[in-house]
Nanobody, 121 residues
Framework: QVSLVESGGGSVQPGGSLRLSCVAS????????MGWYRQAPGKERELVAA???????NYADSVKGRFTISRDNAKNTVYLQMSSLKPEDTAVYYC???????????????WGQGTQVTVSS
């Protein structure tokens, strides 16, 4: 079994900051890419940021310069530091991890349960 547990969501005023965390645990042989997606009401889920095992990153244009993704390979954890938050950043944020379980021969894609981020004055 593999699970992803997210934390760090909440409500913040425009211009504020939040830090999301996602920990992967269970029968894990190795982790490849880790990332964050978000889904606002009435909209499709979109990629926010992703990071490879080696630390290469990519970001959605809408968050470049404001969000920073990082990971701690020893802790199987990915973080999303969000600064200068805007109302349009309001969404449910989902952690996404590509990993190989000990009981599988290939990597599989896993999703966290989602954490709400609300930016409002």
């Amino acid at each position: 079994q593999v699970s992803l547990v997210e934390s760090g969501g909440g409500s913040v005023q425009p211009g504020g900051s939040l830090r999301l965390s996602c920990v992967a645990s269970g029968s894990i042989a190795g982790i490849n890419a880790m990332g964050w997606y978000r889904q606002a009401p009435g909209k499709e889920r979109e990629l926010v940021a992703a990071i490879t095992r080696g630390g290469n990153t990519n970001y959605a244009d809408s968050v470049k310069g404001r969000f920073t993704i990082s990971r701690d390979n020893a802790k199987n954890t990915v973080y999303l530091q969000m600064s200068s938050l805007k109302p349009e950043d309001t969404a449910v944020y989902y952690c996404n991890v590509e990993l190989r379980p000990t009981y599988a021969f290939t990597s599989l894609n896993y999703w966290g349960q989602g954490t709400q981020v609300t930016v409002s004055s």
